[in-house]
């Protein structure tokens, strides 16, 4: 069993910054895939962003591409979603996501954060 906790979202002018922690509980952190994924009022849950187990590869859906940045660090078990120029359409809750084996951008991970909402105003 993995859980996974999610911090750091908040309210934000279009432009400012903000980074998203998901501290993960259990000492096989490194052996999962993570995601970031976000769904806004009324949309499907959609994938943000990916990173591999050991972070040497990352993937990003094109409207976050050069604004946001995902990393791990797994000796603490957290993984960050760094997310700069922010925009009014980001603004949805987010949610960090453990899988199994490699990343995957459709939402078929085993473990699931409870979300941190992301309110971006213009």
């Known amino acids: 069993q993995v859980q996974l906790v999610e911090s750091g979202g908040g309210s934000v002018q279009a432009g400012g910054s903000l980074r998203l922690s998901c501290a993960a509980s259990g000492r096989t952190f490194s052996t999962y895939a993570m995601g970031w994924f976000r769904q806004a009022p009324g949309k499907e849950r959609e994938f943000v962003a990916g990173i591999s187990r050991s972070g040497d590869l990352t993937y990003y859906t094109d409207s976050v591409k050069g604004r946001f940045t995902i990393s791990r660090d797994n000796a603490k078990s957290t993984v960050y979603l760094q997310m700069n120029s922010l925009k009014s359409e980001d603004t949805a809750v987010y949610y960090c996501?453990?899988?199994?084996?490699?990343?995957?951008?459709?939402?078929?991970?085993?473990?699931w954060g409870q979300g941190t909402e992301v309110t971006v105003s213009s």
């Open positions: 996501a453990a899988k199994r084996g490699a990343y995957s951008d459709s939402p078929t991970y085993n473990y």
